[in-house]
């Protein structure tokens, strides 16, 4: 028993831990689309948490069933099986190492990049892919509809200013599948929770995230705490991205985010982020500047933000680099 806890332990070793928060988000913003005002709701929860949940979305839930099923077969694979998958450079199969700077952490996932307006992952199989598209094509649909609401709450110009950075088929969206297997054996040992995906913000516009009705979701608040999210396999969570901070001159806010592991269930999830090309330059749109308002942030283009996020750690304030002094 000895030997055993000393592996398991060793397993772990370099994953960070942290104290369960006890706190639970109950003042989520709920984004209904059938109801008018959704587009006020939008902003205001952009403004406030960089997060909010959306319900009455109208994907089709057979497809999310259809895609989750899929990955938890790939995930049930033998080790040696999924890494011909590996590794995630840029895109593949990971295992507990994310990204190339030395993060870890209790999870395991697949990595779609984008090509000519699909997501691709070399070899996967012909299931799974056309799943992951469709399901992103229903997933791009939805985040353009709340780019426009946005645009139109804003009054920031045409319609598509916002959404066309999404629906060009050159963006450089992507697409990942993690898979956090359960962790009991941790928590008697010191009382902490083993992070299985460490806290971030996303370099994208808009991310979209779906689950199953497992709980680890965490978000950063204004003043620093953290909250769990309720698991809610039905709805999608958008999280603001560090480009879209940008875009709106600190307006909205890209939200920190973590999940911890669970100790008993396995925790599925399905991530879309709506990145825009690679040469388009991401700077404060002129038409949402007040007289006299200055750019927090230097231009720069997703291009060159993409190159340097990928030469940070996950858990750095990658903005912090740009920002005008
Ligand atoms: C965070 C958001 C997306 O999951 C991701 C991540 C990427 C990766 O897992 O390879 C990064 C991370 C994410 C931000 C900084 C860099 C790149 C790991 C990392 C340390 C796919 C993305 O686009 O940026």
Redesign the pocket.
Same mark, same amino acid.
Do not use: M, W
């Given at each position: 028993v000895l030997s055993q806890t000393v592996n398991i332990l060793d397993n772990f070793n370099h994953i960070k831990t942290c104290k369960p928060s006890s706190r639970i988000f109950t003042a989520i913003p709920v984004v209904d689309f059938s109801d008018p005002d959704a587009k006020t709701k939008i902003v205001e929860a952009c403004k406030e948490f960089g997060f909010f949940k959306v319900i009455n979305h109208r994907v089709p839930i057979e497809l999310v069933a259809k895609l989750e099923s899929e990955a938890v077969k790939f995930f049930n694979l033998s080790q040696s099986d999924k890494e011909n998958f590996g590794p +995630?450079? +840029?895109c593949g199969y *990971?295992n507990r190492k994310? *990204? +190339?700077?030395g $993060?870890v952490g209790w999870v395991e996932?697949l #990595?779609f990049g984008s090509m000519n307006a699909q997501l691709i992952l070399p070899g996967i199989s012909e299931n799974l892919w056309s799943l992951v598209n469709d399901y992103v094509s229903a997933v791009r649909n939805m985040v353009c509809e709340v780019l426009e609401m946005i645009t139109e709450e804003l009054k920031i110009g045409p319609k598509d200013v916002l959404s066309r950075l999404i629906k060009d088929e050159k963006s450089d969206s992507?697409f &990942?599948l993690n898979h956090y297997p359960p962790c009991p054996e941790i928590q008697p040992v010191n009382g902490r929770t083993l992070i299985g995906f460490g806290e971030?913000? $996303? +370099?994208?516009i808009l991310?979209v995230l779906r689950s199953n009705n497992t709980s680890g979701l965490q978000i950063c608040l204004q003043d620093g705490t953290w909250v769990s999210v309720p698991p809610d396999h039905s709805s999608f969570f958008f999280n603001v991205g560090d480009s879209l901070q940008v875009i709106t001159n600190g307006r909205f806010r890209s939200v920190r985010h973590r999940v911890l592991t669970h100790s008993l269930k396995s925790r599925v999830s399905m991530?879309y982020?709506g990145?825009p090309p690679l040469s388009e330059k991401i700077t404060a749109l002129s038409s949402l500047m007040e007289d006299g308002e200055e750019r927090l942030y230097e231009e720069f283009t997703w291009s060159e933000y993409?190159k340097s996020?990928?030469k940070? &750690? #996950?858990g750095?304030n &990658?903005l912090g680099l740009f920002e005008k002094s």
């Open positions: +995630p450079n +840029p *990971g994310i *990204g +190339p700077n $993060d996932y #990595l992507c &990942r971030h913000t $996303d +370099p994208q991310s991530v982020f990145g993409k996020a990928y940070t &750690r #996950l750095e &990658r």
